[in-house]
């Protein structure tokens, strides 16, 4: 595949085209980057593996999709793509778009339907947000697919902000210290998940989709989206970002820099060893819990 030049939309201020140029190229040339040393760092794809890039129709999957056939003319292995979209016949999916641009590419490409639209609104109260569900559907018919046509990678377009959008979440709803991974193997063992943009800034893709003029299928046909939970923190990192400039950043590289004996789980650090003899310690511990007299520790 010849690498596209890609031209940035113009502002109401006309700008010298070669500085557009310029600009455009360096964006192209930074998220090529960034794509690749994610790759490189997390190990995510060998030689001879089929990865399976998972095109929503949405900004992320589009690029993440350029990027991967930008670098696999460049990459010092040989690995296959195949692009695969599921139609899941929610109203107003325009059954046209994704045929007509995956057919332009030239690589192995799929179009899964299932009517998951019509599962999810049997299932789910209305008013509820559908998207939980929706999901879990998706990913059994993906990982389906992966599995009856050798696919050794499953590629996800999620990028950096998607990662610490998530690690909130958790924190706030779920109680836990817990993020998306850039690398992840599926619970039953059988499939390595990767998300090769993870180093990728959100503004620089929307950028990037928007210069490549992506046929863009919204994500919100079915009407659910308004009262997500991902919603309101997505609008609070912006608002951090707004008064310090660099600090969703700065927790993106806090995941990467964790300190377990600075944190409270004993299962990632074991505490009660520290400072003492680890069985004497539980020792200690266990007859003064159960009433023995004086403290841990003490003789």
Not at 174 to 191: A, F, Q, Y
Request: hydrophobic fraction near 40%.
């Amino acid at each position: 595949m010849t690498v596209t030049p890609i031209k940035l939309p113009v502002p109401a201020r006309r700008q010298d085209p070669r500085k557009q140029r310029v600009d455009a190229g360096k964006l192209q040339q930074r998220l090529r980057r960034l794509t690749g040393k994610a790759i490189g760092d997390y190990d995510m794809i060998g030689a001879g593996d089929r990865v399976m890039v998972c095109l929503s129709g949405g900004k992320d999957s589009y690029t993440l999709l350029d990027m991967l056939l930008s670098l696999r003319e460049r990459a010092p292995v040989d690995f296959e793509l195949v692009a695969v979209h599921l139609d899941q016949k929610q109203p107003g999916y325009p059954p046209g778009v994704m045929r007509d641009y995956l057919a332009g590419l030239g690589l192995e490409h799929h179009v899964i339907e299932q009517d998951t639209y019509q599962v999810v609104k049997r299932v789910v109260p209305e008013g509820r947000t559908m998207c939980g569900l929706c999901s879990r559907l998706r990913r059994g018919i993906l990982y389906r697919f992966a599995a009856e046509h050798g696919i050794t990678r499953i590629a996800l377009g999620h990028h950096r902000d998607d990662i610490v959008e998530t690690l909130f979440l958790n924190m706030f709803f779920g109680s836990k210290l817990k993020g998306m991974p850039p690398k992840l193997l599926s619970d039953d063992g059988r499939h390595v998940v990767i998300r090769p943009l993870a180093y990728c800034r959100e503004a620089d893709i929307e950028r990037y989709a928007a210069a490549r003029e992506f046929p863009i299928i919204p994500c919100n046909l079915c009407g659910s989206q308004d009262g997500l939970q991902r919603v309101r923190v997505k609008a609070m990192l912006a608002e951090w970002e707004r008064e310090q400039p660099g600090r969703v950043e700065n927790v993106f590289r806090a995941l990467q820099n964790v300190v377990p004996s600075h944190l409270a789980d004993g299962a990632l650090f074991d505490f009660a060893a520290l400072g003492t003899d680890a069985a004497q310690a539980r020792h200690d511990a266990r007859a003064w819990l159960m009433g023995g007299e004086g403290e841990p520790g003490a003789s």
